[in-house]
């Protein structure tokens, strides 16, 4: 029984910390805003096809999911998956949010990530303020994330 137990603790305290090790990755837009207003980090925004692009599932693979992106998104950016699924069913809510965003950054492929500044005008609205965008970059997280740093620096 004690085996058993010792077996049990192992692989939770595993699964903890590989739980740690990964990104929040935020669907709702406004939950996403008001992380980001309170930490004063621009948001991320990662347009996919998540279960049919192929271009999507690698930059996932190569770079999103890497320890070096994870850090680096903890200290920079809000994340935000604005998805665009062909078999996973979504809610009404969640395909007109995305939908508006996707016309709003005229995103014209997959994978897009846009890099906005969040901007609260007088009357109270919500407005971005983009720092630019990419897409795929070959040559991992290294290469990736040297694009995004100088989008970074973009700053309005």
Not at 9 to 32: C, I, P, R, V, Y
Request: glycine share 8%; with cysteine.
């Amino acid at each position: 029984m004690k085996k058993i137990f010792i077996v049990l603790l192992l692989a939770f305290s595993g699964w903890g910390m590989q739980a740690q090790d990964t990104a929040e990755w935020h669907t709702d837009l406004n939950k996403a805003i008001t992380v980001s207003n309170k930490t004063h980090k621009p948001l991320f925004l990662f347009f996919t096809g998540s279960d049919w692009c192929g271009w999507c599932i690698k930059l996932q693979k190569e770079v999103f999911k890497t320890p070096e992106f994870t850090k680096w998104a903890k200290d920079n950016v809000v994340l935000v998956e604005l998805d665009f699924p062909r078999r996973t069913q979504q809610s009404e809510e969640l395909k007109v949010q995305n939908a508006q965003l996707n016309n709003f950054f005229k995103v014209r492929g997959y994978p897009t990530v846009w890099i906005t500044d969040v901007v609260k005008t007088n009357d109270g609205k919500t407005q971005f303020s983009p720092r630019g965008s990419t897409g795929y970059v070959a040559g991992g997280p290294s290469a990736w994330l040297d694009g995004a740093n100088k989008i970074m620096v973009n700053k309005t």
